[in-house]
């Protein structure tokens, strides 16, 4: 069995080289990986989602175009996931150093001793040898164990300490552009992967729904008509076009189609600015309930 986990460093000079296409749109890495720089997101509501959705949704993104998938235990799918993966490598449409994976160490086990084996079992799921990246996929630790939301019989969620040191995943797009966070890695020469880059779900639950919906946004629907491209194609390609990798998740074969066709038209430099100036500083995914954990993440400034 392989561990590779990739650390998501940029060298400086590939993003000033970077020409991205449909057949060939990785962020080569300091470490000799590379990272395409659009993923499928594949996190669904399970109690919404039939059983099998999310297999035909992957095998779809795979034959449109896809490369990167962004998945993980607690979605209840990942072995979902795995089986497209291995259904297409055995038809002989992808090599599995085509595909690259990224899997999550779920907040109950942060603890050092829990990450191997975590690691490891999502490894079974999803029945490959090896992920390509592994995150911590919250900064915030809930009591250990196999209840992945722990809660006392008050109803209050149990929390935990640990020591975090490890990569971090930022929300990204029009309307929370981390033009701060984004100018310090490109320093750093780190990749930014951008979850929730269309604006996420509107689940009252963890998503923040009193700013309006992204994809409504008369001037990103306004350059979409210009274009013949759609609102969401145009926000990907936004963040896209200045090197941040995006993780548009969909189930629905028209859109995962649609989100790929992204690399045959580009914004102009003033389009680029005139959609960074429709930043508001405001966060969809705020996960509010759980705003007393005292890891929680979003009160800092990035
Ligand atoms: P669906 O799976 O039915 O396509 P994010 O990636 O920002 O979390 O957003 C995911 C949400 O956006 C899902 O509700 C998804 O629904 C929807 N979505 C995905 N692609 C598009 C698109 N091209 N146009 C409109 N909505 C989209």
Redesign the pocket.
């Known amino acids: 069995m392989v561990f590779r986990i990739t650390p998501g460093y940029l060298k400086p000079q590939a993003l000033s080289k970077m020409y991205l296409s449909a057949a060939d749109h990785r962020i080569p890495l300091s470490d000799g990986n590379s990272i395409p720089i659009i993923g499928l ?1 594949t996190f ?1 509501e399970p109690k919404l989602t039939p059983k099998g959705m999310c297999v035909a949704s992957v095998k779809t993104a795979i034959d449109v175009g896809f490369r990167h998938f962004d998945g993980a235990y607690v979605y209840q799918n990942e072995h979902e996931v795995g089986e497209a993966i291995r259904e297409k490598m055995a038809e002989g449409k992808v090599r599995r150093e085509d595909i690259f994976y990224c899997g999550k160490l779920w907040t109950t086990h942060h603890d050092p001793e829990m990450v191997r084996p975590s690691l490891e079992r999502t490894l079974r799921v999803l029945q490959l040898d090896y992920v390509d990246l592994y995150i911590i996929e919250l900064p915030m630790a809930f009591k250990p164990g196999d209840e992945p939301y722990p809660k006392d019989e008050n109803g209050k969620y149990l929390y935990h300490k640990t020591n975090l040191c490890a990569t971090w995943e930022v929300e990204c ?1 029009p309307y929370f552009t981390q033009s701060k966070l984004l100018k310090f890695c490109q320093q750093h020469d780190i990749v930014l992967v951008a ?7 509107r689940n009252p639950f963890w998503v923040n729904v009193s700013s309006p919906p992204l ?1 409504k946004d008369p001037l990103l629907n306004s350059l979409g008509k210009k274009y013949n491209k ?1 609102a ?2 145009v926000v990907l390609r936004f963040n896209i076009q200045r090197g941040v990798v995006v ?6 074969p028209e ?1 995962i189609k ?2 790929f066709q992204i690399f045959d038209f580009s914004l102009t430099k003033e389009e680029m600015n005139d959609i960074e100036a429709l930043n508001k500083n405001v966060r969809f995914v705020e996960m509010l309930m759980w705003c007393d954990h005292p890891e929680y993440p979003f009160h800092e400034e990035y």
Not at 195 to 201: A, E, F, I, V
Not at 247 to 252: D, E, G, L, V
């Open positions: 997101g669904s797009h979850y929730s880059p269309l604006g996420t779900s994809l759609t969401a194609q993780i548009p998740k969909s189930f629905n859109r649609e989100n």
